[in-house]
C-alpha cells in the first residue's frame, strides 16, 4: 500500500472580469446585495467565441502543474475531470484534455459530483495510487458556467454566484504513509437532488421538446437552487465531515494549518471558520474574486494559498465540500 500526495498544482482563469456593478446592468441586483449575501465582488467569464472552454482551460492549468511537478504528460497514468459543465454532453472532457495532452492512451474518466467533484476526484485518484495500479494521476476540475446561466432577474439567485475557471492537481505515489493524503470521507444524499440542479435539456427533456413547448427560455433550461435549503444543509454537512475527518486522524482543530472549503459562499466558510474556532490565517477564501467555480473551487484556492506559501511541505491540510446531489465530503492531507 502506498500513499498519494500532490507535487504541482496549477489554475486558469479566463481574462473577463464580470463585477457585481456589471451584472446589475443586466438584471434586478446590486453590488450591496451580492457582497451581503454571498462575499463576492466579482468572477471571471468566458468570452463568447473565445478559445476557453472547460477542456481548454483545464489545459492551462493542467500545463502549469505538470511543469511544477517536474513531470511531462506521457508520464501521467489517468486522468481525472471534475465538472457539471462538460464541453459536450457526450463524450466527456476528460477524453478532450487527454487528446489535447498528447497523450495516446490513458484512462480519462469524468466524475460528475457537481461542487464535492475535486474531493471525490482526488479521492478516487488516491485509490488507484494505493492500491499500486498507478503512479502518476492528473485531476482536474473545470467549470464553464456562464454559457448557460439565465442572465435576468429571474435568474438572480443563481447567475449572480457561479464563474468560470479550471484548477488541476498532479498526484504521485508516497512511501512515506505519513505525508499525502490520509483520508477521504465521502457522502451522497439523492433525495436532494433537484434542490440544486439542471434539469432540461436532458435526456427527460430534449431541446426540441422545449422548442416545441414554444418557450425556449423555460426555467427547467436553467441551472436552479433552493438557496436557503441547500445553505442549512450544507453548514451541517460541512461540519459533520470535516469532524469525521479530524476524529479518523486524531487531529484537533487547532491542529489545521490551511482549511480550504470549496468556495460556495463566504457566509458558509465564515460559519465553519467560527464553529471549529479557526484564525484567518487557517483558511483560505477567494470567493470574493472567482465567485463560485463549483468543482473548480478547491483546486484554483489551494493552488493560490501554495503560491502565496500559506501551504508548506509538513502542513495538515484539511478540504471540504458541499453542493448539487446533495453530495458532500472531506480530504485530510499532510502536504
Ligand atoms: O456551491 C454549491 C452549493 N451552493 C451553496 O452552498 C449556496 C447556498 N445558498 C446561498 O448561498 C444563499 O442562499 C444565496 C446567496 C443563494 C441566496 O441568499 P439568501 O440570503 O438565502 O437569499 P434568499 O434566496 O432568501 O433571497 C432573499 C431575497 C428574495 O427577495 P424577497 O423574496 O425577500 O423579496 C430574493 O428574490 O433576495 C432576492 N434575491 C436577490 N436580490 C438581489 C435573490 N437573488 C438576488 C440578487 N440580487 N442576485
Known sequence: MFNSRIIGMGKYLPENVVTNDDLAK??????????????????RHIVKGSDDSPSTMAL???????????????????????TLSPDYYFPGSGVLLQELLGIPACPAMDIRMQC??????????????????????????????SGGLDMTTRGRGV??????????????????????????????????AEELSLIGPSTMRWVPEIIDANDPLDESYY???????????????????????????????????????????????????????????????????????????????LTEAWEEGKVKEGDKVVLAAFGSGFTWGSTLMVW
Open 26 to 43: 443586466m438584471m434586478d441586483t446590486s453590488n450591496e446585495w451580492i457582497v451581503e449575501r454571498t462575499g463576492i465582488h466579482e468572477r
Open 60 to 82: 492551462k492549468a493542467s500545463k502549469v502543474a505538470l511543469e511544477r511537478a517536474g513531470l511531462e504528460a506521457d508520464q501521467l497514468d489517468m486522468i481525472l475531470f471534475a
Open 116 to 145: 464535492s467533484g475535486f474531493i471525490y476526484a482526488l479521492s478516487t485518484a488516491d485509490q488507484f495510487i494505493k492500491s499500486g495500479m498507478y503512479k502518476n494521476i492528473l485531476v482536474v476540475g473545470a467549470e464553464n458556467h
Open 159 to 192: 447567475s449572480v454566484i457561479f464563474g468560470d475557471g479550471a484548477g488541476a492537481a498532479i498526484l504521485t505515489r508516497e512511501e512515506d504513509h505519513s505525508k499525502g493524503i490520509l483520508s477521504s470521507h465521502l457522502y451522497s444524499e439523492g433525495k436532494h
Open 223 to 301: 441551472p436552479y437552487m433552493n438557496g436557503q435549503v441547500v445553505f442549512k444543509h450544507a453548514v451541517v454537512r460541512f461540519s459533520e465531515v470535516i469532524n469525521e475527518g479530524l476524529t479518523k486522524n486524531n487531529w484537533k482543530a487547532e491542529d489545521i494549518d490551511m482549511f480550504v472549503p470549496h468556495q460556495a459562499n463566504l457566509r458558509i466558510s465564515q460559519f465553519i471558520q467560527k464553529k471549529f474556532g479557526l484564525s484567518n490565517d487557517q483558511v483560505y477564501n477567494n470567493i470574493m474574486r472567482y465567485g463560485n467555480t463549483t468543482a473548480a473551487s478547491i483546486p484554483i484556492a
